[in-house]
């Protein structure tokens, strides 16, 4: 395991480690002050399908279009219930066709983390140009390579609609090193390393990236998210707000986020977790994952 931050920091990091291990939790963490740079985590350069996660980058990109005038916010978007993708929010769960503007589609995408939301985002902006434009933007450490109903189709074709057998394949793979569900290979999957994704959440909160306008637009998205559960969960309070994006797929929990307190510090997290579990319910890694938040986040404020 290779861990960020020195002294007082790694400890922290180690500390965060061990309560993740005691929960049968393997993957990668990363936290880092936006003012003064400091930063703890550990294995944070470890490539991670990211699942849902991978909307933020994908918002952003709509968003630099936006800005720029190639795409038109109110422009509206017909998502056909009998072609749309799995999910259980938003559109997903419509059994009707409707027709949404793309500001909302980004809207349902970040905050109730809508499949069919982001995948017409991606009839729009498709993957291979919005991991184009990351790269450009010298984000090359995510990628983003397909929809998000591939995921769910790769699952399908080897566990038929059996995701109980498609988890335990998960679980199994993890252990033994395989990928017999494809969209959870690193090598084809869309991916991200904690690293990657706390500088892409430096530069989003820093007005350093993309278009101006677009940033300050993911900013106000992400911040109305309603799953906070994980790194959220233990830093609720009227002097705090976070602002953030989970991700979940079969064992995958993952959330990013920015916390900011009214003293002005500002700490980017990045939690990208696998469980060794047979259970599609686990509350207490999402309570695993908020206690790292909260640590890195009293850690690191100054």
Known sequence: MRFAGTGFLREVAEAIAADWAEAGVRGSFLAGNLDTGERLGFDADEPVPLASVVKVPLALVVLDRVAAGEIDPALPVRVDPATGSVGTTGLSAFRHPATVAVSDLLLMALTVSDNAAADALFGLVPPDEVDARLRAWGCGDIRVRHRVQRMYDCAAGVAGNDFTLALELAVNDERTGRHTIETLDPAHANTGTAAALVDLLERVWQDTI????AAAELRRLMGLQLFTQRLGG?????????SGKTGTFLH???DIGVVEAESGDRV???ALTRSDRRARQAPDIDLAIAAAGRRAFEALRG
Do not use: S
Not at 210 to 213: C, V
Not at 234 to 242: G, M, P, V
């Open 210 to 213: 993309a278009r101006p306008g």
């Open 234 to 242: 233990d830093l609720r309070a009227d002097t705090l707000r976070f």
């Open 252 to 254: 995958l929990r993952h």
């Open 268 to 270: 980017a997290l990045a």
